[in-house]
Structures are given as structure tokens and as C-alpha cells.
């Protein structure tokens, strides 16, 4: 029986094991597999491992056009269609015919449809994935970017309460599937090394749309009673359409797996299918498994990931209500001014977000300890917003404080999605930690209630509350993945399996149904 020697691959910090009798004598140039002499065969994933690095980047570049490009277009009016509701409810007041007088909204009714979209996203959010699999991402993606784009649309033509209710229950259902169906579909192309800097940059563009929002919903003001229509039907009308033209450009764009991505070669193909550990979720795997779902029920990282997405949830975008009384507070009170003023907080939130991707890219920060660091920072943020009476110091806590908000789920998104093995525990994992998020829009407007203004004094403490539950939550999800990765490690070296190492862990090349911790 011959030793195993190690040789390095390119990515940082991994090992390939083989046998000194098969080890391939393949050039770092290797472009395609025609550079394998027959001689020298082997399986695909030693096949690959040296391949060259402009390759390997010209392959890339053709997934992130799509992957990382498209979809952060998208989410850019996924976000503007969800945030418009609350733009509509300060559209044309000053001319009488805002949406709440022309629909005759009640506080308690204007609440209800408020929050009736939390109530569906979080309904639908843990399943979605599944359907994602099991339609193909392109036709799923179809599906809901089409549902929300006419939902929204026929939001501008709703006459009352009852209306109102329907569209925003249909608006909820419709996006709650495509921030996690996203996360799911780049686990069939990246490593999770590789998904830092593009998923914030995904999720950064939805925190700039938020700023772009005001900006649209501002000069959309001035087509009140054009047609006969009010400014805020313009609104849902205008903010609508193009995602229906979205929808058809997904259903025929958006590559479903490496094994069948028309816009890359027959050797890209080959290697982009191959070069992923075989725990990652696969476009081969075609089986619905209850036992995966069971296990990935008993891991305790399900439940720990869970309070870390609740306590940031709550704690950490109560930062979006307090800004609006902050605002007004500096003496902006007309409609454009405090459109205006909504947009420092989120161009800083983008800069500051894709800032520490890259960072966590290079592997300059490490994820878990930026994690703690940023929810550090919301709570001295929420101890000075308590203490200190100065308008204008008060904003610039805020836009420090909006900035990390933003930006603590996509730093913990690669080390939840490296957690989940397998293609159904990973769907289904994605979704129900992302469906824990939905309770800020449930618990946010109690909690920031109008009885509690004009200092919210008792909701910052509630806050505060919330953020050191974060931090529980995602220190103790850093010691359970932390000890599966080294217990693994050990299973792997006792057997002789190849690791691979991953973010701040070791993943085996074994394939499993469950959840790794």
C-alpha cells in the first residue's frame, strides 16, 4: 500500500490527498481535459485541480453575470416593490388624496396591512426552496418574480381595506421565496469561501434601493391625479412593471446547474460541476429525503442560527423605525426633505457592507468575530441614541448603526449555508432561518408604538435586549459548527477521506443527507 502525498490546489489553505503511484502529473496551465493524457486518468475532482486560473475566472465571470449581476438587478425593485408601502403612506399628503384617506384606513387597518406581509413571507419562506428544486431555479424564479411584479401592480388599483389585505398577502408570499431561492441556487455554483463579497453584494444593491426608493417615490408625487389616478396608484404601478419583464428574462436567462448552463462550454461544465464538495447541494439529486429533514429538526444549529436571525431581526433593523422621528427631529418635515434625508444611512450601509465582503473575502476578518463586532456596535449605538439629546449627533448614530444592521446577515449567511449539507437540508434550512428575519416586521411596529415617542426610550431598551440575544445566538452557533468541524476532521483522518477545507472549518468529501452539526 503506497503513502498518500499531499499536493497544494489553488485555493487558499486547501489539500488534495493522492496516492504516489496515481498522483496526475497535470500542469498548473491545464485548461480542459484534453491536457489529461489517457495515461494519466483520474477522477474528476483530481482531473480539475490544477486547473488554470484564467480558466477558472472566465467560467466565473460567466456564472456571477447571472448569479451575482441579474439577480442583484432584481432585488434592487424587489426591495423598491416591498418598500413602497411605506412611501405611499406619505405620498401627496399635503394635496389631501394620500393612500390612507383616499381608502379610508383606520390606524388599526393601516397596521394590519402593514404587517399582513410579514405574516405571509414568513409563512412561505421555509418551503420555497424545495419548489426551487424541484421546478428548476429559472422556472421558480419565473414564477415569483412574475406573482410579485403583478401583485404589486395591481396594488395601484385596489379600492379598500379588504383589497389592500389580498395584494399585500399575495405580495408576501410571492417575495418571501426569492432572497432564500437565491442563497440556495449560488450553493450549486460557490464554496462557500467564495459566497462573502458576492452575497453582499447582492444583498447591498436591496440596502441602496431602499435610499433609491424615496428618490422614485418623490418625483412619482408629481404625477398625482394624472389620468385620474392618485400619485400613490402611480407609485404601485410604475414600481411593478418591471419585474414582470424580469420574470421573462429569468425564465429564459437564468442557468439552473453547472450540469446544463448553456452559455458555458462542455469543459466548464465538467468543472464547474465537479470542483464543489459532494456535500454541497447538487442539480443530480433528484430525491426528497424526510430523513434529512429530521435531522436537520434534531441540530441545534437550527435553533441557534434561529434566535441570532430573531435578536438582529428585532434588535437590529429597529434602527429603520427610529430614522423616520430622527428625521424630524432635525427640523425635516416636508415630504422631499425627508426623502432626501433617508439616504446617507443606506449609501453608507452599501459602502460599509461591501467593504467587509471583500475583507471576508480575502480573509483579512473572520466571520463569526465580525458578527459579535457588529452587533457590539448597534447595541453602543443604541446606548448613545438613549443618553445623548443632540438631533444631529443622534443621525450620525443612526447612520452608523443602520450601516451595521445591515450588513450582519450577509457576514453569517456563508457560515449557515457551510452548516447545511446536502440538497434538502440546505433548502429547507435556508428558508427557515431567513423566515426568523420576518419578525421585525411582525414585532417592529409594537415595539416602536407611538406611545413609546417622542424619545422611544423603552423601545431602544427593548432593542438592546434583543441584540445581546443576538450575540448569545451566534456565539453559540460558532462553538456547535467549530466542534462538528473538528470532529469530522478527526472521522476524516481516522478513514483516510479527503477534507477540504472551507471558511473557518473543515468539510469532509463525504456525502451526507443531514446537517452537519
Not at 489517457?38 to 484564467?54: F, I, L, Q, R, Y
Not at 401583485?151 to 379588504?162: D, P
Not at 469561501?193 to 447582492?202: D, Q
Request: overall charge neutral.
Amino acid at each position: 500500500m503506497t503513502s498518500p502525498s499531499i499536493s497544494q490546489v489553488p485555493e487558499k489553505g486547501q489539500t488534495q490527498i493522492t496516492s504516489s503511484s496515481t498522483s496526475p502529473s497535470l500542469s498548473a496551465s491545464a485548461s480542459a481535459p484534453s491536457s489529461i493524457s489517457p495515461d494519466n486518468a483520474v477522477e474528476p475532482a483530481d482531473k480539475w485541480a490544477n486547473v488554470s486560473p484564467e480558466f477558472h475566472k472566465r467560467a466565473m465571470r460567466k456564472v456571477d453575470l447571472w448569479l451575482v449581476g441579474f439577480y442583484s438587478l432584481v432585488y434592487i425593485f424587489r426591495v423598491i416593490d416591498s418598500s413602497n408601502y411605506a412611501n405611499a403612506a406619505i405620498i401627496n399628503l399635503e394635496e389631501g388624496n394620500g393612500i390612507k384617506a383616499e381608502l379610508g384606513f383606520s390606524p388599526s387597518q393601516w397596521s394590519w396591512s402593514q404587517s399582513i406581509f410579514s405574516y405571509s413571507y414568513m409563512l412561505f419562506e421555509p418551503t420555497n426552496t424545495i419548489l426551487l428544486k424541484k421546478f428548476r431555479p429559472s422556472v421558480w424564479m419565473f414564477l415569483l418574480i412574475l406573482s410579485w411584479g403583478v401583485s404589486a401592480t395591481c396594488s395601484g388599483a385596489v379600492q379598500n381595506f379588504e383589497g389592500m389585505m389580498c395584494v399585500r398577502f399575495a405580495i408576501g408570499l410571492a417575495e418571501a421565496g426569492f432572497y432564500p431561492s437565491v442563497l440556495y441556487h449560488m450553493a450549486f455554483w460557490y464554496k462557500p469561501s467564495e459566497m462573502p463579497w458576492r452575497i453582499a453584494l447582492f444583498y447591498s444593491v436591496g440596502q441602496l434601493s431602499s435610499a433609491i426608493s424615496g428618490l422614485l417615490a418623490y418625483a412619482i408625487s408629481h404625477m398625482n391625479r394624472l389620468g385620474g389616478l392618485s400619485g400613490w396608484r402611480w407609485l404601485f404601478i410604475l414600481e411593478g412593471l418591471p419585474a414582470i419583464l424580469f420574470a421573462f428574462v429569468a425564465l429564459f436567462g437564468v442557468p439552473d446547474y453547472p450540469e446544463t448552463a448553456k452559455m458555458l462550454t462542455p469543459e466548464e461544465r465538467e468543472y464547474l460541476s465537479n470542483r464543489l464538495s459532494k456535500a454541497a447541494p447538487s442539480g443530480r439529486d433528484h430525491n426528497w429525503s424526510w430523513a434529512a429533514v429530521k435531522s436537520l429538526l434534531k441540530s441545534p444549529t437550527v435553533y441557534t442560527f434561529s434566535v441570532y436571525w430573531i435578536g438582529h431581526g428585532i434588535g437590529g433593523f429597529g434602527v429603520n423605525y427610529a430614522l423616520p422621528t430622527v428625521i424630524y427631529e432635525l427640523g425635516f418635515t416636508t415630504t422631499a426633505n425627508s426623502q432626501l434625508m433617508n439616504i446617507p444611512p443606506y449609501v453608507a450601509c452599501f459602502l460599509f457592507l461591501n467593504t467587509i465582503g471583500h475583507f471576508l473575502q480575502k480573509k483579512w476578518i473572520r466571520p463569526w468575530t465580525t458578527a459579535v463586532a457588529i452587533e457590539s456596535t448597534i447595541i453602543l449605538c443604541y446606548i448613545l441614541l438613549i443618553t445623548i439629546h443632540n438631533s444631529v449627533a443622534k443621525y450620525i448614530i443612526l447612520i452608523i448603526a443602520t450601516a451595521c444592521a445591515g450588513s450582519a446577515y450577509p457576514v453569517i449567511w456563508p457560515e449557515r449555508i457551510r452548516a447545511l449539507e446536502g440538497t434538502v437540508a440546505a433548502g429547507i434550512g435556508i428558508g427557515l432561518t431567513n423566515a426568523m428575519a420576518q419578525f421585525s416586521g411582525i414585532a417592529g411596529p409594537h415595539v416602536y408604538n407611538s406611545r413609546f415617542g417622542p424619545t422611544y426610550r423603552t423601545s431602544y431598551i427593548i432593542c438592546l435586549c434583543f441584540l445581546v440575544l443576538a450575540i448569545c445566538g451566534v456565539l453559540s452557533s460558532w462553538v456547535l459548527v467549530w466542534r462538528g468541524d473538528r470532529r469530522r476532521q478527526r472521522e476524516g483522518e481516522e478513514r483516510g477521506v479527503v477534507t477540504e477545507s472551507e471558511g473557518e472549518g473543515v468539510i469532509t468529501s463525504e456525502k451526507r443527507d443531514g446537517e452537519r452539526v
